[in-house]
C-alpha cells in the first residue's frame, strides 16, 4: 500500500512536553513506511525543527496563547494563527490531524475539520487524571477521537481508547555517566534550581528553560547548563539520576531509559494537571514525588529513587496505526 498516494497526515507537535506524543507518533509512522508528514512546531521553538526535521516537511506556525498569558493578549495571533492553517490546507491534501494539545494545537485542527473534512485525532496530557485539558476537550466536542494513557483517564473521556503510555522511543543505549540531570522544560524552575546547587552535586547537567543557566554554570564549572536542547535524550540516557517536573520527560526517562526519576511539582505549569493528578503519576512510574522545595525533602528522594519493577510498551504504534488504517482507506 501506498500512503503517499491516499492522504497526508498533519502532526500538531506545539511545544514543550506536547511535542514529546507527536515525536512518539511520527517515529512510529516512519518505522511504518508512512513518510507523507506535515509537522507543525511554535514559533520560537526552533529546536523542535531539528529534532522533527528527519520524519516529515516541518512547518513553523505562530503559537495564539502563550503560557500564562491572558486570553486578550492573543487575539491577533489567533487571527494569524488560522489564516496560516488555511493556507497550509491550500498546499496540502490533509486527511487525517493528530494533535498533541495545547491551544497551538485548536487552529490547525479545526481548519482542517471543516474545510478539508480530516479525521481528528488527540490525545490526553499523560499526567492528567481529574480534569482534562481545555484544549483537547474542545476537540473531542468537534468529533476529534481521544486517545489516552491510562484506564483511570476514562473518566473524563468515557468514549476515549486507551493504548497505554505514549513516550518517545529510546534512541540511545541508556549508560551512566555519572551526573544528575535537572530539566524542567520551557518555563523552567528556580527555587529547583537553587536546591539542588544546595546539594553540592558536582557533576550536573541543568537544562533551564527560560531561567539563565549561566549564574549555575559560573558558579559550578563541572556542570554543563543550556537553556533548551534538541536532544535531550542524550542528556537523559547518561543521567545515573533524572530530576524533572510534571509532564512527558518523566515518562520518557523512566520508561524509556529506565533512569531513577524524581519528579517535582512546579507551580509555573499553571495550566497543567492538578498537584493531586502529579501525584498520580509519580506513583504510575514509581517515582518519589515533591509537592514542596525543601532541601531534607529533596534529599530524601533522591535517596529513594531506584529502579522500575515495569516498564510497558508506548501506546505509540497503536496510534500510528489507527492514523494509517484511516489515511489508508480515504
Known amino acids: 500500500m501506498s500512503y503517499a498516494k491516499k492522504g497526508e497526515a498533519l502532526i500538531v507537535a506545539s511545544y514543550g512536553g506536547h511535542s514529546g506524543y507527536a515525536f512518539a507518533v511520527v517515529h512510529e509512522l516512519l518505522k511504518l513506511g508512512f513518510k507523507r508528514n506535515i509537522i507543525l512546531v511554535a514559533e520560537g521553538h526552533g529546536f523542535l525543527v531539528e529534532k522533527f526535521k528527519p520524519y516529515g516537511e516541518v512547518v513553523v506556525q505562530v503559537l495564539p496563547r502563550r503560557p500564562g498569558e491572558p486570553l486578550y493578549r492573543g487575539i491577533s495571533r489567533w487571527f494569524k494563527a488560522f489564516n496560516q492553517s488555511l493556507k497550509l490546507l491550500m498546499k496540502h491534501r490533509v486527511s487525517a490531524v493528530f494533535a498533541s494539545g495545547s491551544n497551538f494545537s485548536l487552529p490547525p485542527s479545526i481548519t482542517s475539520k471543516i474545510f478539508s473534512g480530516a479525521k481528528l485525532y488527540a490525545i490526553e496530557a499523560i499526567e492528567r487524571f481529574t480534569k482534562p485539558s481545555r484544549a483537547v ?36 543505549e541508556p549508560r551512566d555517566e555519572g551526573y544528575v540531570l535537572v530539566t524542567t522544560g520551557t518555563l523552567g524552575h528556580k527555587e529547583l534550581f537553587d536546591a539542588v546547587e ?12 527560560d531561567v539563565s543557566p549561566e549564574p549555575y554554570a559560573n558558579r559550578n564549572p563541572e556542570w554543563t547548563a543550556f537553556r ?40 509555573r ?62
Open 137 to 172: 476537550k474542545v476537540l473531542e466536542k468537534i468529533s476529534a477521537t481521544i486517545f489516552l494513557h491510562w484506564e483511570e483517564q476514562l473518566e473524563i473521556y468515557p468514549q476515549g481508547i486507551v493504548v497505554g503510555p505514549v513516550y518517545e522511543p529510546p534512541l540511545y
Open 198 to 209: 544546595k546539594l553540592g552535586f558536582e557533576r550536573v547537567v541543568l537544562q533551564a528553560g
Open 228 to 267: 533548551y536542547t534538541s536532544d535531550i535524550h542524550k542528556w537523559i540516557a547518561g543521567a545515573s539520576l533524572v530530576i524533572t517536573q510534571q509532564g512527558l520527560t518523566a515518562a520518557i526517562s523512566r520508561l524509556a531509559y529506565g533512569k531513577p526519576v524524581v519528579i517535582v511539582w512546579n507551580p
Open 269 to 330: 505549569v499553571s495550566l497543567g494537571a492538578t498537584k493531586s493528578d502529579v501525584r498520580t503519576y509519580a506513583e504510575k512510574l514509581e517515582a518519589p514525588f515533591i509537592d514542596e522545595i525543601e532541601l531534607n525533602t529533596l534529599r530524601k528522594a533522591i535517596d529513594s529513587a531506584g529502579s522500575i519493577r515495569r516498564t510497558p510498551p508506548s501506546g505509540s504504534r497503536r496510534i500510528a496505526e489507527v492514523i494509517l488504517k484511516h489515511v489508508a482507506n480515504v
